[in-house]
């Protein structure tokens, strides 16, 4: 990176609190939840405009929380809608031929009603980036494509970055953070030499976006991801919802004096021809799009005022498809705490957090890429299958450790991932999913969370409902206070659980409490009413804690 004199953007410096750096999926994911959360943000890429390459395409439950509480997720689900059916993951000869094995992806999505109200979405990148980006530009964030980062310099106060506008001239920018959304050769990591650990390049690829009729090939089959292995190719096909085109994975190697040279566009024709497997079918090439498969993880994610995110941070193997879904909850994390820190709401100390809280996932996570590859390929060891945790685990069942989180006196620590469906509301784990009545509308828990901060109070916790607002009145912060009762009464601040359920699930009695951060997890909760009477100074005390202001 270097700086160039000020030409474009007549010279002038923009400002708003925080630059984010790459506007791929995880880039505009950050801007969307931001914006969300009334963070001014500016995003640049370098890139016109959102991606032509499918890349990543499914997208666990857990995502499709995050997407709901921003106001993507009915978009999501209505662009998602002609995969539906592209349950299975087989392995083949050729589409045209054998075969080898056939398996339901995520065996049982379709009977996740007592974990959550979201599903699996299978959506190609290249769809769900147009929905954040135009979720993002409608609450107000400043989206600029077509612009490029040419260097930053960070200061006790906050980061002045060079812009450049692609045709020579360059602006000037003031923010208090810069969120580095830039991919796994990330320009901001490299300038800031923050070396990564992890397993390294495991294998180099190249992705073939194609088109072709595959209708007469599939006939009624849909599938989800298509291993392919016959003497003339050995990939991965992935084929869209209109049978009109999709896309084959293949490696090659340099070390054997490979290069991406070699895959014109008559070689790439060639490929996909085989995978297919029918000459009746032509092929057309429309992108090539490099990549490769690596374990890297950052050593740590926050940089003084610079904090990474996705694969910037972590490089994750795809199988498993954890990748996108990882990149997205580093963005959803990381906002509501920018948010209160930009505000003057929370200490600094709050984005410490987000190292503490997402560097752990980002390494489980990458480990888990890297057993599911040894058990797909059939390389694993039986004490690699037995270390390998499937998605729900992945997705929805990491904890966090960290200061933002208030832990329970004498509790034993939870290990690093557990099935979310054994969770009770502990500090540090996402919020239980279970279902309330508001008035007379029928909703899920985890559309309560998203914004500020939630109390949630047993039938008989009426002194920490009281103490709510006088807690976040003396620490400046949104906090909503419900009671939740098992039959409806007259108090405005009631939630109604149908057969007292919600209490089983949150784990806390009739005089007990649960604060829910704004994104979702549970930041401490009281199983009873506080012995000393004291419900506002501990409740006041908790908010002060998770908000680094002690």
């Known amino acids: 990176m270097t700086s160039e004199d000020t030409r474009a ?133 400043d989206l600029r494509f077509g612009t490029e980062l040419l260097s930053f310099a960070e200061d006790p106060d906050g980061v002045t970055a060079v812009l450049g506008d692609g045709s020579g001239g360059t602006g000037t920018f003031r923010g208090d953070y810069l969120v580095a959304c830039d991919g796994p050769r990330s320009t901001v990591r490299e300038a800031l030499k923050v070396p990564r650990r992890g397993r390294g390049v495991l294998s180099r690829h190249v992705s073939i976006a194609f088109g072709a009729d595959l209708g007469p090939v599939l006939g009624e089959r849909r599938y989800s991801v298509v291993h392919v292995k016959n003497p003339r190719v050995t990939g991965i096909l992935v084929h869209d919802d209109t049978l009109t085109g999709g896309t084959l994975i293949v490696g090659y190697r340099p070390e054997d004096g490979e290069s991406l040279d070699d895959f014109t566009d008559a070689r790439c024709a060639e490929l996909v021809g085989a995978a297919i497997g029918s000459p009746d079918v032509e092929v ?63 200490g600094a100390g709050l984005l410490e957090t987000y190292d503490a809280e997402r560097g752990p996932v980002g390494t489980y996570t990458a480990e888990q890429g890297s057993l599911q590859l040894a058990v797909r390929s059939g390389t694993a060891t039986p004490e690699q299958r037995a270390a390998a945790a499937d998605a729900l685990t992945v997705t929805m069942g990491q904890p966090y450790r960290s200061a933002a989180v208030v832990g329970e006196p004498g509790a034993r620590p939870l290990p690093a991932a557990v099935d979310p469906r054994t969770l009770r509301g502990e500090p540090g784990t996402r919020a239980p999913h279970t279902e309330l009545l508001r008035g007379d509308d029928r909703i899920s828990a985890l559309d309560l969370y998203g914004r500020g901060f939630v109390l949630l109070a047993g039938e008989r916790g009426g002194a920490w409902t009281a103490a709510a607002s006088r807690a976040a009145a003396e620490c400046g912060v949104e906090l909503a206070a419900h009671r939740v009762v098992v039959e409806p009464g007259t108090a405005g601040d009631e939630l109604v659980s149908p057969g007292g359920r919600w209490a089983g699930t949150y784990g806390v009695g009739p005089e007990g409490a649960v604060l829910v951060r704004p994104d979702g997890f549970v930041g401490w909760r009281s199983h009873g009413a506080d012995p000393a009477g004291g419900e506002a100074a501990t409740l006041t005390a908790v908010l002060r804690t998770v908000l680094a202001r002690d």
Request: hydrophobic residues 45%.
């Open 9 to 141: 953007f007549g010279g002038a410096t923009s400002d708003a609190p925080v630059l984010i750096v790459g506007g791929s999926l995880v880039g505009l994911a950050a801007a969307v939840f931001l914006a969300h959360h009334g963070v001014r943000c500016t995003l640049v890429e370098r890139h016109p405009g959102t991606s032509v390459h499918p890349r990543a395409v499914g997208y666990y439950p857990r995502t499709a929380e995050l997407l709901r509480q921003a106001g993507v997720e009915e978009a999501a689900k209505r662009a998602a809608t002609g995969f539906e059916s592209h349950r299975t993951r087989a392995g083949v000869t050729s589409l045209a031929g054998e075969v080898l094995f056939s398996k339901e992806e995520l065996a049982g999505s379709d009977d996740l009603a007592d974990l959550t109200p979201a599903r699996l979405l299978l959506l190609p990148q290249d769809r769900l980036e147009p929905l954040l980006r135009a979720r993002a530009e409608e609450l107000g964030a």
């Open 284 to 346: 057309t090439i429309r992108s090539r799009f490099p990549w490769d498969m690596a374990e890297q993880v950052a050593e740590g994610f926050v940089h003084g005022r610079v904090l990474l995110a996705g694969d910037a941070a972590h490089v994750i193997p795809p199988t498993g498809g954890y990748g996108a879904n990882t990149g997205i909850a580093d963005a959803h994390n990381l906002a509501w705490k920018l948010a209160l820190v930009v505000a003057g709401r929370a």
